[in-house]
């Protein structure tokens, strides 16, 4: 085969190599964007405003998701460890 014919080739077909390359790097970015997300943890949390004195029990704490660099140090990760309730 000769380098006219090859050339010749690879003009025709610009297009879709074009958009090869661009669909390549397109989800390179996007696998490296995803791998940006923060470290979570699970910290129990108020479910609302709770007044000084408030018996602090299942009904008044949940589970959220908070960015690990945010989480307080020793933070509790269970619920049953914070409340006073015996299971």
């Known amino acids: 085969m000769n380098l006219s014919r090859i050339r010749a080739t690879l003009w025709k077909l610009r297009h879709m190599l074009l958009a090869v ?3 390549t790097s397109l989800a390179a970015i996007l696998s490296t964007i995803r791998g940006l997300a923060p470290a979570t943890v699970s910290v129990v949390v108020a479910k609302k405003d709770l007044t000084p ?3 602090l029990g299942s009904s008044n704490l949940t589970i959220a998701e908070v960015s690990a660099e945010l ?3 020793g933070l509790t990760r269970s619920s049953k460890t914070s409340t006073n309730e015996s299971s």
């Open 21 to 23: 390359a661009v669909l």
């Open 53 to 55: 004195g408030t018996a």
């Open 71 to 73: 989480a307080p140090e």
